[in-house]
């Protein structure tokens, strides 16, 4: 069996000698290819179950068949990533002075897998404001549990998996999830499934907790050696330390601003399927459209977003942001006029292939640009205070919620994409700070 893995680890890597180490200690050597596949199915996993529970499309999508309230919907996407922000923020001190860290990642992917279970069950036996609140309950223990993994993740990588190799591994659990992933919104789109009603959003989120258990197996079989244990600092405590910066650092203030602006774009996708629920007969193959758009969104959008990138962050995040705004104007001048061949399970479709597009543009660039504008000295206080600024707006823009339960979803893409053309235009006054 070993030998059968190092030759499949060596045509995979190119590597004539899967033994051969860079900058991971000398006794994993040997373990490198068992780890390198133990790796790369455990992240697979990870990644089809993150896919079909998705916070921004798959459970919006169960909220509007459990009749829950929008103003739970609008909180969704605020919990889901301000939630697996928090941990690195607290405990990645505590995490980076364990010599052994995969046990760390364990404890997530289980808490992950035992509130998926929650949901499913809240899916198969409740409705309305209870279901609303048992589900954003147990997303904030998913979310959580997925910042603890997040914590540890890089670091057992960085332990286990030469520098040479990362890339491909990531390229390949990127790319064989996305095959899967648009596999599930195939079979969605064209099997018949109106009779078995909400229970189907049950057995898929059992099926996501199901591979998180499978995806803890696989990240299990990893051999991995002790490591440092200094070095690790409280990204909180530097954030509060370091809060001065919004006020000296006037170019540090202004992206903060304009990075919070552009999380309208990041709060729209749930009202966008929201509204796509409502406005199409189609049922469960409508979100199975939903699924392979956004299945097809990063294949088609990260290497032109990258290359621009490189080019100027700023103009990728000013264009980005343009776009989703015009979308969701667009979107609601369809929803007011009954544009019937916009809003039909197609439209949606291209509508929500678009939205993720430009969603993807607006994170790289912004992650760019703040690279770019920092130094070495400036880059850990940057990151840890724009981080925290963000992981507390983020919750507060959750409250757009409010608005669709008094106006409307296609009243809350509206208010978005205001803000979002906001963002783009202030985007551009940002110094450049690309290197072309």
């Not at 774009?265 to 758009?293: C, D, K, N, R």
């Not at 291209?350 to 000295?377: C, E, P, Q, S």
Request: charged share 10%; net charge neutral; glycine share 12%.
């Amino acid at each position: 069996m070993s030998s059968t893995l190092e030759d499949l680890y060596d045509r995979i890597t190119g590597d004539e000698d899967a033994r051969v180490c860079k900058d991971i200690p000398e006794a994993a050597c040997n373990d490198q290819p068992c780890n390198f596949f133990a790796y790369l199915l455990s992240n697979l996993l990870s990644k089809v179950a993150d896919e079909i529970a998705s916070a921004k499309l798959v459970i919006p999508w169960l909220f509007g068949a459990l009749g829950v309230p929008a103003f739970f919907t609008g909180f969704l996407v605020p919990v889901r990533e301000a939630g697996v922000l928090l941990p690195q923020l607290l405990v990645a001190a505590a995490v980076r002075s364990m010599p052994v860290r995969k046990t760390v990642w364990l404890l997530g992917a289980v808490l992950s897998a035992l509130s998926l279970f929650g949901m499913a069950w809240a899916a198969a036996s409740t409705q309305g404001n209870t279901a609303g609140l048992v589900i954003v309950l147990m997303l904030v223990v998913f979310s959580l549990a997925r910042g603890i993994c997040s914590v540890s993740a890089k670091d057992v990588l960085g332990k286990t998996i030469s520098k040479s190799r990362r890339g491909k591994l990531m390229g390949w659990s990127a790319s064989l999830s996305g095959i899967f992933v648009l596999g599930i919104g195939l079979w969605l789109g064209a099997v018949d499934l109106e009779g078995a009603g909400t229970g189907i959003f049950a057995g898929l989120l059992m099926a996501a907790g199901i591979l998180w258990i499978s995806s803890a197996l696989a990240f299990a079989g990893i051999e991995e050696q002790p490591g440092a244990t200094e070095g690790g600092g409280n990204a909180l405590s530097v954030a509060v330390q370091q809060l001065g910066l919004l006020v000296s650092d006037r170019p540090f203030r202004r992206f903060v601003v304009i990075r919070t602006l552009l999380l309208s774009v990041a709060l729209a996708p749930p009202f966008y399927v929201l509204i796509a629920q409502q406005q199409t007969e189609a049922g469960l193959s409508g979100l199975g459209l939903l699924i392979v758009a956004n299945g097809l969104a990063s294949s088609i959008s990260s290497p032109f977003w990258g290359y621009l990138g490189d080019r100027s962050s700023r103009a990728v995040m000013a264009l980005a942001a343009a776009g989703a705004g015009g979308l969701a104007l667009i979107t609601w001048v369809a929803v007011s006029l009954e544009w019937t061949w916009m809003t039909g399970s197609f439209g949606f479709a291209a509508i929500f292939l678009l939205l993720n597009v430009m969603h993807g543009g607006v994170r790289l660039g912004r992650k760019v640009y703040l690279v770019d504008m920092a130094t070495a000295g400036t880059r850990a206080a940057y990151v840890a205070v724009s981080n925290t600024i963000i992981g507390g707006m983020m919750l507060l823009g959750g409250l757009v919620g409010f608005i669709g339960d008094w106006l409307g979803a296609a009243s809350i893409l509206l208010f978005l994409g205001v803000l979002s053309l906001v963002a783009a235009v202030f985007a551009m006054t940002l110094p450049q700070v690309s290197e072309p």
